[in-house]
């Protein structure tokens, strides 16, 4: 079975300052990723998403993910974070089964 | 927009009760999941149907159990609460988004708003 690990469970960051955010997974074959995001008292919502093609893909508000399949890894960054980017992410990596393994979450904390 | 709508935000329950978490999506939507949600564990998958009457285990299955009765409706089921149930349970549904032609494509998920369990 697959598995996805996320290397940081607490980001604090000051407004203006560039984020990354770190998504490995364990699955030798093809796979399709994710990074979903849970804003203060909202639902899960899709960050981003990638199939196939380019390994660098863009989504809401700025954010960026890059694939690199040599090094099982797709993390997420943004150039210059925002104090309403405070939230939480999840990365997760549905393998074609149709169903999606999470990683543990990072909660983003940006200080004005 | 896609709506999945969970029909409790918070339940306060008794251990060994029986309890109801039910969840509509109003987008003809297939694929239907419970996840449940703890601190620093992430999303973990309960279980998740593809079709009416279909229903498949997730990694966490026990204590749970689900129906699927109708396309729209999936229901998650807590035949005994106990209080390791206490817990954010999140609702999905999803459709395919790609070409299966070449293999290419997942389920992106759309989530509802969560219900709040609590067992005492």
């Known amino acids: 079975a697959q598995s996805v690990s996320q290397h940081n469970h607490h980001v604090i960051l000051s407004e203006a300052a560039s984020l990354e955010l770190g998504c490995n997974y364990s699955?030798?074959?093809?796979?399709?990723l994710f990074w979903y995001v849970q804003y203060p008292g909202q639902h899960l919502q899709l960050l981003l998403k990638?199939?196939?093609?380019?390994?660098l893909v863009k989504g809401i508000k700025g954010f960026e993910a890059e694939f690199i399949k040599s090094k099982f890894s797709f993390n997420l960054r943004k150039p210059s974070v925002q104090w309403s980017d405070t939230a939480e992410y999840f990365c997760?990596?549905?393998?074609?089964?149709?169903?999606?393994?999470f990683g543990d979450g990072t909660t983003l904390t940006v200080k004005p | 927009d896609v709506k999945v709508t969970q029909s409790s935000r918070y339940l306060v329950k008794r251990t060994g009760e029986k309890v109801f978490l039910e969840c509509v999506q109003d987008?003809?939507?297939?694929?239907m999941f419970w996840y449940r949600q703890d601190p620093g564990l992430g999303l973990r998958l309960i279980y998740f149907?593809?079709?009416?009457?279909?229903?498949e285990k997730g990694d966490i299955p026990e204590g749970y159990s689900v129906s699927r009765e109708k396309k729209e409706r999936f229901s998650l089921i807590l035949e005994s609460a106990s209080t390791n149930q206490t817990s954010m349970y999140l609702c999905?549904?999803?459709?395919?988004?790609?070409?299966?032609?070449?293999?290419?494509?997942?389920?992106?998920?759309?989530f509802g708003a969560g219900s709040r369990l609590t067992v005492l």
């Open positions: 999905a549904s999803s459709f395919f988004q790609g070409d299966r032609k070449v293999s290419s494509g997942a389920n992106v998920l759309t």
């Open positions: 699955y030798g074959g093809t796979v399709n």
């Open positions: 990638y199939f196939s093609g380019d390994p």
């Open positions: 997760a990596v549905d393998t074609n089964a149709g169903k999606s393994t």
């Open positions: 987008m003809d939507h297939e694929n």
């Open positions: 149907s593809y079709d009416v009457k279909m229903k």
